[in-house]
């Protein structure tokens, strides 16, 4: 798998870092339509790449919630209800959720002690919920708006890639 990239190069902005995460995924998707193998590669490679993250992965819309799928890091909560904790409110509200502290978040679920700051995409296709891309950090503040940009584009293109 050449096209993985799995350090990114020193010195790179959070934009060129984004843009190059996505060319990696283009390269894991190609010829490749498979969702739940898309979803496994691509947390795989959002884990490996990104700096100080602890957990990365989905969660599927089933039913009237969300359940735990492909994933890096330590064990998850295996369901979550729709409005319910970081998660279940971005996939209820179809946007992203940004969120510096998550001990601050009204109805945290805390799967892991050691995240302190989240963020969650949620994958559409068209109006349909698919689920939601979760990435957790021990770091307070990790994650702003250009990390909002940059992973809303690799979902979209991910759910573009993808039979989900």
């Known amino acids: 798998m050449s096209h993985a990239l799995t350090r990114p190069a020193e010195g790179l902005t959070r934009a060129a870092l984004y843009a190059e995460l996505g060319q990696a995924l283009e390269g894991l998707l190609a010829g490749e339509r ?7 590669n691509a947390a795989a490679l959002l884990y490996a790449t990104l700096p100080d993250l602890n957990w990365a992965g989905f969660y599927l819309a089933r039913g009237a919630g969300l359940v735990v799928g492909p994933f890096q890091g330590k064990p998850a ?3 979550i209800a729709l409005g319910q904790g970081v998660c279940g409110t971005a996939a209820a509200g179809r946007r992203t ?3 510096p502290d998550v001990h601050a978040f009204p109805g945290h679920i805390a799967c892991d002690a050691a995240s302190n700051s989240e963020i969650v995409v949620p994958l559409l296709a ?5 689920g939601v891309m979760d990435l957790d950090s021990p770091r307070p503040g990790r994650f702003d708006a250009e990390d909002g940009r940059g992973l809303e584009a690799f979902a979209a293109r991910l759910v573009a890639g993808s039979d989900l």
């Open 34 to 40: 498979d969702g739940i193998a898309n979803l496994a």
């Open 77 to 79: 909560c295996v369901r």
């Open 97 to 99: 959720l940004i969120v």
């Open 126 to 130: 068209g109006e349909r919920l698919i």
